[in-house]
C-alpha cells in the first residue's frame, strides 16, 4: 500500500508530529507494508503557493489527463503510482468572504458557493478512480488573531458541510477532522496550539499529539473501518 501525503506548510508540521515513524512502527507490530510519502503540492514554482478547494479544482478537474499541469501531477498520474492519496489546505483556506449569489466553479475567489462547487466537481473526478482510497482533512483554522468572527464562521459552516453532505458513507472519501482537532467545536484554532496567537500554524506539541490519530484514520480507511471509526482518529 502506497500512500501519498500532498501538504503545505501546516501539514509539515503535522508530518514532523512523527507520522512516518508512527507508520513504521504500525507495521512492525501488525506485519503490514504500509509505505508513506509526502509532496509539497502544488509546487510554489511555476504553479505558486496556493492548495485551495480552486487549484485541486484546477489541476486535477480542469486540466486533468496523462501530462502534467504546471508541472504538477493530475490524479491520472498519482493513482498510477499510489493506492491512497491524502490531500488538505492550508489555514488561508479559512478566510471565506460571504457568498455573491454567483457561484463559479472556475473562480479562485474563497466563499461556500464556489467551494461547494468546487468539492462536488472534485468528488466526481475522484470517482473516476474507485481503486484508490482519498482521505481528506478538514481545515485548517486560524487563530483569532488572524481571522474576522465571520470568515471563522463561514469556515466552520463549510467543512460541516464536507463532513455531513458532501461526504458519502461506502464511497473511497473519508474525511480527518482536522479542523475538529484544531477548534475543539469552536471557530478558531486554540491558542495553545498555535504557533503564536497571530500565526495560524499548528505548533509542534500540538503535532505530536494529533500525528498519531492521522495515523490511525489512514489504518482505519485501509482495513475497511474508514465509515466507522471517528472522523478525527481519536
Keep these: ?5 500532498l501538504h503545505h506548510s501546516t501539514g509539515q508540521v503535522i508530518w514532523e508530529g512523527g507520522v512516518p515513524d508512527l507508520i513504521d ?8 507494508s504500509y509505505f508513506i510519502e509526502a509532496q509539497e503540492f502544488p509546487k510554489d514554482y511555476p504553479y505558486g503557493w496556493s492548495n485551495y478547494p480552486y487549484d485541486y479544482w484546477n489541476i486535477w478537474v480542469e486540466h486533468a489527463g496523462e501530462e502534467p499541469f504546471m508541472d504538477e501531477p493530475t490524479l491520472e498520474i498519482l493513482t498510477q503510482d499510489y493506492q491512497m492519496i491524502i490531500w488538505k489546505h492550508c489555514f488561508p483556506v479559512s478566510d471565506i468572504e460571504g457568498n455573491s449569489g454567483e457561484a463559479d466553479v472556475s473562480s479562485d475567489v474563497k466563499s461556500i458557493e464556489n467551494y461547494q462547487l468546487q468539492y462536488l466537481a472534485l468528488k466526481e473526478k475522484i470517482y473516476e478512480f474507485p481503486e484508490t482510497l482519498f482521505i481528506v482533512w478538514t481545515g485548517a483554522a486560524q487563530v483569532r488573531g488572524a481571522t474576522t468572527k465571520e470568515n471563522a464562521q463561514r469556515a466552520q459552516k463549510f467543512f460541516k458541510w464536507v463532513k455531513e453532505e458532501w461526504d458519502q458513507p461506502g464511497d473511497n472519501i473519508y474525511i480527518w477532522d482536522f479542523f475538529q482537532l484544531e477548534t475543539e467545536g469552536g471557530f478558531y484554532l486554540k491558542n495553545q496550539y498555535a504557533a503564536s496567537s497571530d500565526d495560524s500554524h499548528p505548533n509542534y506539541e500540538f503535532a505530536e499529539r494529533v500525528a498519531p490519530l492521522l495515523v490511525q484514520r489512514i489504518v482505519d480507511v485501509i482495513e475497511g473501518r474508514g465509515d466507522e471509526g471517528s472522523l478525527t482518529g481519536e
Design 1 to 5: 500500500m502506497n500512500i501519498l501525503f
Design 25 to 32: 512502527q504500525y507495521n512492525n507490530n501488525h506485519g503490514t
